[in-house]
């Protein structure tokens, strides 16, 4: 069956007719399929000619770079942040200069039949933006970020990064919720929820979206907050994968700098674990939300000389005074920290201290499998469960994170975004590696504990889950509810289905 593209005015041809029409440089023609809807199966490599991908190159001021160029396989390996690389192929890469070309790709795929990935800097473990077929569009070039700090906002373009945006507001007195790591692109990073540094008093990022720019299915700019276009404003706060449009600009909300940020860290042999495990809940209870607490089973720093894995207590208190933060920070020092193997107190940690920190524990250049889980359960339950997989961990540089939130009160509302699956605990397997031939027990290493941790886990983190694992893993991401809305909006905004969607189970 052929397909065909039918314009505003009714009029229809084939798409070899258009294709032909175009490649002749009819660019009018463009128009009229633009403004029309559009019924067309997506496109293979061989229907999209080259000279048509030359003439969406020459309406671009970024780069196009076709399937065969080449230039595509270094570009596509380039996509993506994690040293594994997936073997998933677009047909092209436009990599965008300014929105114009967002608009422009978007026209041209929808009037192709094609379907759009959209990267940000490409750091999502399972890597959505690369699929087989469609397009892949590029935003990390759109990295502009500027600060109005009179009016503590800050307006930021999806490929600027959480450490630029730290390094530019603690100058200013001013601070935003952003990534652990410094590295992690505001972009996917927002579009996920955003579970940040002092997110406890903060609120995931997400929560201080005030608005956004976006591209819409039909190729439309758009703005989005509250009152204009809420639809697309609740579900940028929380949808990661499932968005139904391009995000070209975020509107934050900042706050002030905590003049006073502190650390205490004590770290235990693997013998005093139980105890430990067993006092985190406390521990946790005892702190204000201005304080978090994460925890880790990680190989020692050197100086240590410890032959085992160790176990990481770590609080940072977000206080305004050294005071305040000895204050907050008391408990961890009540605690059995007395018979901790090391301790380093009340050790200040301006922002730009805390990102490095992350920076060396998440290395660029290494191979990562990763999965994030939300548990109600005990720590001691849950890592009971997890067993010998949290110390058997194939290679010394993976990771078992726990990060505990604070306990917010019974009565706090719950805000109407998508964003809907958060627990009593964070728990992230992060497999780290350096060799491919290492892959197979690393990944298995990763998948074990997601295994183990499947009876106690009651949802996953959209933004650093694993959506490759099994085809209901998007869904689990989400409360029913949330899921269902966005479902709903997915079809009704993107009804031809210019956008991918979840990455799901191969
Ligand atoms: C080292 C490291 C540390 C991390 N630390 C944290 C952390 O502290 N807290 C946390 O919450 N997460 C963290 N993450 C996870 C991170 O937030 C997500 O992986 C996020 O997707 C990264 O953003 P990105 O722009 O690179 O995403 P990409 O991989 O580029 O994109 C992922 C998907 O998001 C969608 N998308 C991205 N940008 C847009 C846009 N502008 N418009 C529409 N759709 C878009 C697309 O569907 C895309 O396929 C970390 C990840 C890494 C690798």
């Known amino acids: 069956m052929s397909s065909k593209h039918t314009s505003s005015q009714g009029a229809s041809l084939?798409?070899?007719?258009a294709l032909r029409l175009m490649a002749s440089g009819a660019g009018s023609l463009l128009v009229t399929l633009q403004s029309g809807s559009v019924n067309a199966s997506p496109a293979t490599t061989a229907e999209v000619a080259s000279q048509d991908w030359d003439y969406l190159q020459r309406r671009l001021t970024g780069t196009l770079v076709p399937r065969g160029h080449e230039t595509y396989q270094t570009t596509r390996q380039a996509m993506i942040w994690n040293a594994r690389k997936i073997s998933r192929q677009p047909e092209a890469i436009v990599r965008v200069a300014n929105e114009a070309d967002v608009r422009e790709t978007v026209l041209y795929a929808r009037s192709r039949g094609l379907k759009v990935a959209v990267r940000g800097g490409g750091h999502n473990w399972s890597a959505p933006s690369l699929r087989d077929g469609g397009i892949l569009l590029d935003l990390s070039g759109l990295n502009k970020l500027e600060v109005n700090v009179d009016r503590r906002m800050a307006a930021v373009?999806?490929?600027?990064?959480?450490?630029?945006?730290a390094a530019k507001l603690s100058p200013l007195g001013l601070a935003f919720p952003v990534g652990h790591c410094p590295r992690v692109p505001l972009s996917g990073y927002l579009l996920g929820g955003g579970i940040g540094w002092n997110s406890g008093a903060w609120g995931p990022a997400c929560m201080s979206v005030k608005g956004i720019e976006l591209v819409t299915a039909k190729g439309e700019s758009i703005y989005a907050d509250a009152q204009q276009n809420p639809d697309y404003f609740w579900a940028a706060r929380g949808a990661?994968?499932?968005f139904f449009g391009i995000v070209t600009r975020y509107h934050l909300g900042l706050y002030p700098l905590p003049k006073a940020i502190r650390t205490s860290t004590a770290i235990y042999a693997l013998k005093d674990l139980e105890r430990?495990?067993?006092?985190?809940p406390e521990l946790a209870r005892s702190l204000r939300p201005e304080v978090e607490l994460i925890c880790m089973l990680v190989t020692p720093p050197n100086p240590l000389r410890a032959t085992e894995r160790v176990f990481?207590?770590?609080?940072?208190?977000?206080?305004?005074t050294e005071d305040e933060a000895r204050t907050w920070l008391q408990p961890l020092e009540d605690g059995p920290a007395t018979f901790a193997i090391h301790k380093e107190l009340y050790v200040d940690t301006p922002m730009s201290a805390l990102l490095a920190t992350l920076d060396n524990a998440f290395p660029t250049g290494f191979r990562y499998a990763a999965d994030v889980f939300w548990t109600n359960a005990a720590p001691i339950d849950f890592l009971a469960r997890v067993g010998d997989a949290k110390i058997a961990a194939p290679s010394p540089r993976s990771i078992l994170l726990?990060?505990?939130?604070?306990?917010?009160?019974p009565d706090a509302p719950k805000p109407d975004v998508a964003l809907s699956m958060i627990g009593g605990?964070?728990?992230?397997a992060f497999g780290i590696w350096e060799n491919a031939d290492d892959d197979e027990k690393n990944i298995a290493w990763a998948r074990e504990i997601t295994a183990r941790m499947e009876p106690v886990t009651i949802g996953y983190y959209v933004g650093e889950s694993d959506l490759t694992v099994s085809a209901n893993r998007a869904r689990r991401c989400f409360a029913p509810a949330n899921w269902e809305k966005l479902q709903r909006l997915k079809?009704?905004?993107?009804?031809?289905?210019?956008?991918?969607?979840f990455l799901l189970a191969a």
């Open 14 to 17: 084939s798409r070899r007719e």
């Open 276 to 280: 430990v495990a067993t006092w985190l």
């Open 425 to 428: 605990a964070y728990v992230g």
């Open 402 to 409: 726990i990060a505990i939130p604070p306990v917010p009160p």
């Open 240 to 242: 990661g994968p499932g």
């Open 157 to 165: 373009q999806p490929g600027a990064k959480s450490g630029e945006l």
């Open 312 to 320: 990481v207590v770590n609080a940072t208190a977000f206080a305004d």
């Open 491 to 501: 079809k009704k905004y993107d009804p031809e289905e210019v956008f991918y969607s």
